[in-house]
């Protein structure tokens, strides 16, 4: 008697150990679960994924659930396509309804844990995709891994509330690897997140190639130093830094980020915040220069002048060559914290000014009477929408200074 009490302690830690339990309440919270602890499913190692193998999409989603599964719980799944009686079923059902008719109908879909197996349920492969993720978060992490998890049946019917669920990453004043970035895309597809707003441009640093001006990445994108006390200490670390995106790598970031289902909106700020294109280009700033890349923080009195032609053609060339390189259908101007000083002491911006009969800086805006000669910068790249910083709509004027567009709003 013993001996067989030990061996049924021995089986019920052994399998306390190895059937670990999934756990619905997760980030962000499903709109609706349902849930009978009393019953379960198991997934184990070698059991099925099944899905349409025809459709691209819907295979690599199969295949990052089964690359989560295992990293989550060492469970390896296995992608049988065509087995009706697979454990796991990614089923596409254009029949599917979403909870809401909204603009975030494409990403609704369904879970159902119980007698049939676990099944994921969508209209569209985007909805299979937040699927899999609320599947894989539902997982427990197990650092030694598990044979198998046990899984409580229960009904989730999702759908996201917001159509644009966005992160910015500011990689202007801290340049991040294209190793990074991935990462940080797979963090919030994890979270559900479907707009990457990508900082590429500051005062301390250009990171974004532009072909047909080599300099300005190259070395608009070094600074010589690093503040590393507060602001009024002003103590460096006289360690250059820099590092910029080829286009190459932009359109590489791009692809990794719409392979789960986000769009990934370019800043360029302007026209304040941009004395890093200033040192590369000093005729385009109100005295000349020479102007550094900003080795520390704040906002800079430096920015582009509005009275100068060639900033005109500057930003058609820098904007033309993001717009190729990223299909956003939002292109963001930033439009922030741009000190209207300098354009208050310059010949140039004063006699643009006076030219278009304005009252204060605040309302330069070469549109004035060129507006048809001096279009839109993004205009050549029809049905993209401009997207600024909050604040631009505090002084939008100042943005119509260098977009030549009357605009209400940006
Ligand atoms: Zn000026």
Redesign the pocket.
């Known amino acids: 008697m013993k001996r067989t009490g030990l061996f049924l302690l021995a089986c019920t830690l052994a399998f306390t150990v190895m059937a670990q339990r999934a756990d619905y309440n997760i980030i962000p919270l499903p709109r609706e679960v349902t849930t009978d602890t009393t019953q379960l499913q198991r997934i184990a190692s070698g059991m099925g994924i099944a899905y349409d193998s025809s459709n691209a999409e819907v295979s690599r989603t199969a295949q990052f659930l089964q690359q989560w599964v295992k990293e989550a719980t060492g469970i390896q799944l296995q992608l049988t396509p065509d087995d009706k009686k697979a454990q796991v079923k990614l089923l596409l059902n254009p029949k599917f309804k979403a909870p809401e008719a909204s603009q975030t109908a494409s990403e609704a879909y369904t879970i159902s844990v119980g007698k049939k197996g676990i099944e994921l349920t969508a209209a569209e492969p985007a909805g299979l995709f937040r699927a899999a993720q609320t599947l894989r978060k539902s997982m427990p992490v197990l650092k030694d891994g598990a044979e198998a998890v046990e899984l409580p049946y229960v009904q989730i019917a999702d759908q996201p509330r917001f159509s644009y669920r966005g992160v910015l990453l500011d990689c202007g004043r801290h340049f991040f690897s294209v190793e990074f970035v991935k990462q940080f895309l797979d963090a919030m597809a994890l979270h559900g997140c479907n707009q990457f707003h990508w900082h590429l441009s500051e005062d301390q640093g250009w990171r974004f190639e532009v072909k047909a001006l080599p300099d300005l990445a190259k070395k608009g994108s070094v600074r010589q130093k690093s503040i590393i006390a507060p602001a009024k200490v002003r103590l460096y670390d006289n360690i250059p830094y820099g590092g910029y995106y080829t286009q190459e790598e932009c359109r590489d970031v791009v692809r990794y980020a719409a392979e789960r289902y986000i769009n990934v909106v370019p800043e360029i700020d302007m026209p304040g915040h941009m004395q890093s294109a200033l040192h590369v280009f000093p005729n385009l700033g ?1 005295t000349g220069g020479p102007y550094v890349v900003a080795p520390h923080w704040g906002v800079m009195r430096e920015v582009l ?4 032609p060639e900033t005109l053609t500057f930003l058609k060339t820098v904007f033309g060559e993001l717009c190729d390189v990223f299909p956003s259908p939002y292109i963001h101007i930033g439009g922030d914290e741009c000190p209207k000083e ?2 208050k002491n ?1 010949p ?2 004063q006699a643009k000014i006076k030219e278009l009969g304005l009252t204060d800086e605040s309302k330069v805006a070469v549109e004035g009477g060129d507006r048809r000669r001096h279009r839109n910068v993004l205009a050549r790249n029809e049905g993209r929408r401009r997207s600024c910083q909050a604040e631009t709509s505090r002084h939008y004027e100042s943005q119509r200074l260098l977009l030549h567009r009357p605009s209400a709003a940006c």
């Open positions: 109100c002048c509005g009275g100068n300098r354009w310059c140039k911006c």
